[in-house]
């Protein structure tokens, strides 16, 4: 049991729940493409191009957004649990969104179709999962995750 000392302050809270939030839509993403649903398609129409080189990604690369987006929303649940095993889930997350990235901007062929949009989206979902990255670890040097 822990004593009052190492009780979190509300934005731990905050920070946890906004990021249980962000982590399950990246979920609900994974769910959309990997099953490819009339949403996931709806999101094309007008680029039929770009949705059959999505659709056409290797094993490998779908696994990965799997590690990432699982491995980031059990991060947030462990770390609203205040476990220490938020620390390690969410470092597997940020390295399997740094892949994810890398592969999108130098190894397929889907930048060509990318805009302001796109590389904003790609830079805000790699500055946040190392957000949590160093927000978990500060969360276990106070002592808030045991």
């Not at 099953?35 to 290797?58: M, S």
């Not at 399997?96 to 830079?123: D, K, P």
Request: glycine share 6%; net charge positive; hydrophobic share 55%.
């Amino acid at each position: 049991m822990t004593d009052s000392t190492n009780k979190p302050n509300a934005v731990f809270w905050v920070v946890g729940i906004l990021a249980l939030v962000w982590n399950a839509m990246g979920v609900n993403a994974y769910v959309q493409q990997a099953y490819d649903t009339e949403g996931h398609r709806a999101q094309f129409v007008d680029k039929p191009e770009l949705l059959e080189l999505t659709n056409n990604l290797p094993s490998w690369y779908t696994a990965v957004f799997a590690i990432a987006v699982f491995a980031g929303a059990l991060g947030c649940i462990f770390m609203l649990m205040r476990k220490k095993t938020a620390n390690f889930l969410l470092k597997l997350s940020f390295a399997a969104v740094l892949i994810q990235t890398i592969n999108n901007l130098f190894f397929t062929g889907t930048r060509e179709f990318y805009g302001a949009f796109e590389y904003s989206m790609l830079a805000a979902i790699a500055v946040i999962a190392f957000f949590l990255v160093k927000y978990a670890k500060k969360a276990t040097a106070n002592g808030w995750l045991s």
